[in-house]
C-alpha cells in the first residue's frame, strides 16, 4: 500500500514516540521496581477477613528503622485502623484487603492509588518524606456512604 | 522566447519526482504540533509521577 | 436523486429519536449531579446521587450511543448496498430494536427504583436486583440481532456483486459491528453466566476480579465502538459536505482494520491499579494498547490531508491557507470538525492513562471523567449532532433551512464553551486528587478537599450550560423533524483521483477475524486461567 512521503514521516515519529514511551515505562517497571500495585499474587477468603492474619489485627508494626508494615482492612464506609501517625522519612508498606465490596485506597498528593477487592490483598510502599496530614480516600464507588469513607495518615 | 528557453532550462535541472507533494505540507506541520501535544502532555504528567514517587 | 426509502426511513429515525430521549433524561441527571458536586443540595428525598449516577451513566454510555449507532450505520447500510434494506434486514433492525428498547425500560426502571444503584460498571460483589441484569442482557443481545441484519444485508450485496469493492460506508459499518460483536461476547459471559445466576441467589459467590476481567475485556472495544462511526464520518460524510474527495480509501480501511485488531486485547489498561493480574501481563496489554494508538494517528494525517488538498484545489496557498476555504459556518462541518479537533486532547488524555505505572497519577480520578467526556461527549457527541443535520432531511424527505443550520452551530458553540469549563476543571482537579463517581463531600474539610471546591463548583457551571446545549440539540431535533419538506441528498465522499487503488486482502474477513481473535487468545488465555484458578470468591453485597 502507497503512502505519502510525508504519511510516511509522520508515522515513523509517531511510531517513535509511542516506543520511547513504553521503553521508559518498561525500563522503570521491570529494571527500577516502579511497578503497578500488587506485583505479587495473594488472595483471602472475604468471608474470614477478620480472623485471617495479618487482618485479624490490623495496624502499623515497626519492622525497621521507619520502616512500617501496615495491614489494613478497608470496609464500607471506612477503613481499619483509622488514623495513624509516623515519622517523616517513614517508609509503610500498605497491606490492604476488603471485607465486602470493591474499594479504592488513594493517598492524596502521592502515586499510592490502588484498588481493593474482596479475595485478594493489595500492596503498596510509599515513603513519606514530607511531614503533613495526608487524606486517604476511597475513590471506587462501593455504596451510599462512599463520600464519607476516608481516613488520614499523619506524617510528623 | 529565451525567457522560455530559461524556463525549460530550470525545469530540468530540478526534476520534479513522481509525489514529491508540497501539496502536504500544512497537513505534516499540523500532526506535527498534534505530535507535540500528545509529547507535551505525557511529559507533564510523567513529571508528575516522578516527583510524587 | 433517489429517494431514502420510506420504510427503511422509519427504522432509522426510531433509533436517533429513542438516542435523544436517552439523551435528554441523562442530561437531566447529569446536570443535577453536577450541581450537588458543587454544594447545591438540591436532590429531592426519593432520589440520591448515586440513581442519577448510574442512570447518567446507562443512559449516555450505552443507550445514546449504541441507538445512535444502529441507527446511523443502518441509513448508510440501506443507502449504499442497493437504496434499500432487503426484508430479514429490516426485520432484524427493528427486533433488534425492539429487544433493546424493553431491556432500557426494564433497566431504567429498576435503576430509578433504587434497584440497581451499582453505576454503569456494575462491579462486582456489589448485587443489583437480578431485573437489572436481565435487562443489560437483553440491550446487548437485541444489538447483536441489529448488527445481524447489517451483516446480512452486506453478504447479499457481496454475493451479487462478487469482486466488486464493497462501499467505504458498509466495510467501516461491518467492522464496526464486528468489533462489537466479538466484544460483548466478555460482558455478555459476565452477565449471564456469572451475575444473573448470583443475583437471583442461585450460586452464592462470584468470582470478582473474573467479573472484572470480563468486563473490561468489554468495556475498551465499547468506546471503539463509539469512535468508529464518528470516524465513519469523518472518513466517508464530511469530505462530501465540504466539496472534497476521501484522501485514501485504502487507508481508511485499513486504519479501521487496525481499529479490529487492536482495541479489544487490551482490557488490563482499565485495570492496571488492581491485583490479581500480573505485572507482566499488564504491560503487554499496555504495549498492545499502544499499537491501537496508529491508526487513530493515520485518520489525523488523513482528515488534515483532505482538508488541505480541498483547500487548494479551491486556489488555498501557504500552509494554512485551506483553513480559510473551510466551510465553517456549515453545521453538518463545523460540529464533526470541533469533534476532531477536541480529539486531539482527548486521545492525548487516553494515552496518558493507559501509560502502565503512570496510570496511579488518574486512576479514578475525575480527570477520567474529564477524559471521557473530551472523546465520547464531545469528539463522538458532535459528530452525531452534526449528522443529524442532514440524517434527519434525508430520511424525512425534508431540507437542511438555513436557520436550523444557524442554531446548529450555536449549539455547537454552547457545547464547547460548556465542555471546555466542566472537563478543563476535571482534568485540573484531577491530577489534584479529586476522585471520580462520588457525592458532595469535603472529607471532614481535609485541606486538601476544600481546595477542590472551585473546581467542582466550575464543573456545575459548565454543566449547566451542557445541559442548555441539551436542551438545544433537542429543540433543534424537533426542528427538524418539521423542516420543509424537500430533497436532500445522502452525502457520500467519492475517492481521490492520485489515491492508491484498494487491496482486495482488506475484505478477507476469516483472515482478519482470524488475526483479532489470535491476539485476544494471546493477550488473555494466560491472565484468564491464573484468574479463574487462583481467586476466592465473594459474596454478594447491597451498600445502598
Redesign the interface.
Known amino acids: 500500500m502507497h503512502l505519502?512521503?510525508?504519511?510516511k514521516?509522520?508515522l515513523a515519529?509517531?511510531i517513535s514516540?509511542l516506543a520511547v514511551?513504553l521503553i521508559?515505562l518498561g525500563t522503570m517497571a521491570f529494571s527500577m521496581g516502579?511497578q503497578p500495585p500488587s506485583e505479587h499474587h495473594h488472595t483471602i477468603d472475604p468471608a474470614k477477613v477478620t480472623e485471617t492474619a495479618p487482618f485479624d489485627k490490623p495496624g502499623f508494626q515497626l519492622i525497621g528503622d521507619r520502616h512500617y508494615e501496615a495491614a489494613m482492612v478497608a470496609y464500607a464506609f471506612g477503613y481499619d485502623p483509622a488514623t495513624y501517625e509516623v515519622e517523616a522519612g517513614s517508609t509503610v508498606d500498605f497491606t490492604v484487603t476488603s471485607s465486602d465490596v470493591v474499594h479504592g485506597f488513594s493517598i492524596v498528593?502521592?502515586?499510592v492509588n490502588m484498588m481493593i477487592v474482596p479475595g485478594e490483598i493489595s500492596h503498596i510502599s510509599h515513603t513519606f518524606d514530607k511531614p503533613g496530614t495526608y487524606l486517604i480516600l476511597c475513590n471506587e464507588y462501593c455504596g451510599t456512604g462512599h463520600e464519607y469513607m476516608k481516613t488520614t495518615l499523619v506524617v510528623k | 522566447m529565451s525567457g522560455t528557453q530559461q524556463q525549460h532550462h530550470t525545469k530540468q535541472d530540478a526534476p520534479v519526482k513522481k509525489?514529491?507533494?508540497p501539496?502536504?505540507?500544512?497537513?505534516?506541520?499540523?500532526?506535527?504540533l498534534?505530535?507535540a501535544?500528545?509529547?507535551i502532555?505525557?511529559i507533564g504528567?510523567?513529571v508528575?509521577?516522578i516527583v510524587?514517587? | 436523486m433517489k429517494s431514502f426509502d420510506r420504510q427503511d426511513g422509519k427504522l432509522v429515525l426510531a433509533h436517533i429519536l429513542f438516542a435523544f430521549g436517552a439523551l435528554l433524561l441523562g442530561g437531566i441527571a447529569g446536570m443535577m449531579q453536577g450541581m450537588v458536586r458543587g454544594g447545591a443540595s438540591i436532590l429531592p428525598d426519593f432520589i440520591g446521587y448515586y440513581e442519577l449516577l448510574t442512570a447518567h451513566g446507562v443512559l449516555m454510555a450505552l443507550i445514546f450511543t449504541t441507538y445512535f449507532i444502529v441507527g446511523f450505520l443502518y441509513s448508510g447500510v440501506s443507502h449504499t448496498l442497493g437504496g434499500k434494506l432487503l426484508p430479514a434486514a429490516r426485520k432484524l433492525g427493528w427486533a433488534g430494536y425492539i429487544l433493546m428498547s424493553v431491556g432500557t425500560i426494564i433497566g431504567v426502571a429498576v435503576i430509578l427504583a433504587g434497584q440497581a444503584t451499582v453505576l454503569y460498571t456494575f462491579y462486582a460483589p456489589m448485587k443489583a436486583s437480578p431485573w437489572f441484569y436481565i435487562a443489560l442482557a437483553l440491550v446487548v443481545i437485541g444489538s447483536w440481532l441489529s448488527g445481524f441484519g447489517m451483516f446480512y444485508q452486506y453478504r447479499q450485496w457481496r454475493k451479487a456483486n462478487t469482486g466488486k469493492l464493497s462501499p467505504l460506508f458498509a466495510y467501516m459499518s461491518v467492522v464496526t459491528m464486528l468489533l462489537w460483536q466479538i466484544a460483548t461476547i466478555g460482558v455478555a459471559v459476565e452477565v449471564v453466566v456469572q451475575l444473573i445466576p448470583w443475583s437471583f441467589g442461585w450460586v452464592d459467590t462470584v468470582n470478582v476480579v473474573l467479573s472484572r476481567t470480563l468486563f473490561w475485556y468489554f468495556g475498551h472495544p465499547l468506546v471503539y465502538f463509539w469512535l468508529l462511526p464518528a470516524y465513519l464520518c469523518w472518513y466517508v460524510v464530511i469530505p462530501k459536505i465540504i466539496g472534497g474527495r476521501i484522501f485514501s480509501d485504502a487507508l481508511a480501511r485499513l486504519s479501521f482494520m487496525l481499529f479490529l485488531l487492536f482495541s479489544i486485547p487490551v482490557g488490563f489498561h482499565h485495570q492496571l491499579m488492581e491485583p490479581g493480574i500480573s505485572s507482566f501481563w499488564k504491560f503487554l496489554q499496555v504495549v498492545l494498547t499502544f499499537m491501537v494508538i496508529i491508526p487513530s494517528?493515520m485518520t489525523?494525517?488523513s482528515m488534515?490531508?483532505t482538508?488541505?488538498?480541498f483547500?487548494?484545489s479551491k486556489g488555498a496557498k501557504?500552509?494554512?491557507?485551506?483553513v480559510k476555504v473551510l466551510p465553517w459556518k456549515d453545521v453538518r462541518f463545523f460540529a464533526p470538525f470541533m469533534g476532531m479537533l477536541i480529539f486531539?486532547?482527548a486521545?492525548?488524555?487516553g494515552?496518558?492513562n493507559a501509560?502502565n505505572?503512570?496510570n496511579?497519577?488518574?486512576h479514578n480520578t475525575l480527570w477520567v471523567t474529564g477524559h471521557f467526556h473530551l472523546t465520547v461527549a464531545t469528539s463522538v457527541a458532535l459528530t452525531f449532532f452534526g449528522i443529524v443535520y442532514w440524517l434527519i432531511p434525508v430520511v424525512t424527505g425534508r431540507v437542511l433551512t438555513p436557520r436550523m443550520n444557524r442554531l446548529g452551530i450555536i449549539q455547537t458553540l454552547i457545547w464547547c464553551v460548556g465542555m471546555f469549563i466542566m472537563s478543563g476543571s476535571m482534568h485540573t482537579v484531577g491530577?489534584l486528587g479529586s476522585p471520580r463517581r462520588t457525592a458532595y463531600t469535603t472529607y471532614d474539610d481535609h485541606p486538601d478537599a476544600v481546595l477542590w471546591m472551585p473546581y467542582h463548583v466550575a464543573m456545575a457551571v459548565g454543566g449547566v450550560i451542557l445541559f442548555i446545549g441539551v436542551v438545544l440539540i433537542i429543540s433543534n431535533v424537533i426542528g427538524l423533524l418539521r423542516a420543509p419538506k424537500g430533497e436532500t441528498e445522502y452525502p457520500i465522499g467519492e475517492v481521490s483521483e492520485s489515491a492508491d487503488h484498494t487491496p482486495k486482502y482488506l475484505e478477507r474477513w476469516g483472515l482478519w477475524i482470524g488475526i483479532a481473535v489470535a491476539l485476544i487468545l494471546f493477550a488473555y488465555t494466560i491472565p484468564l486461567i491464573d484468574i479463574i484458578r487462583n481467586s476466592v470468591n465473594a459474596p454478594g453485597v447491597r451498600t445502598w
Open positions: 505519502h512521503r510525508l504519511e514521516m509522520w515519529i509517531g514516540m514511551f521508559v516502579i498528593g502521592t502515586n | 509525489g514529491d507533494e501539496a502536504l505540507k500544512g497537513t505534516f506541520v499540523s500532526v506535527l498534534l505530535g501535544f500528545i509529547a502532555s505525557w504528567v510523567f508528575l509521577f510524587r514517587n | 494517528l489525523a494525517f488534515f490531508a482538508f488541505e488538498l483547500g487548494r501557504g500552509l494554512f491557507g485551506w486531539i486532547p486521545g492525548a488524555g494515552i496518558i501509560s505505572q503512570m496511579a497519577v488518574v491530577l
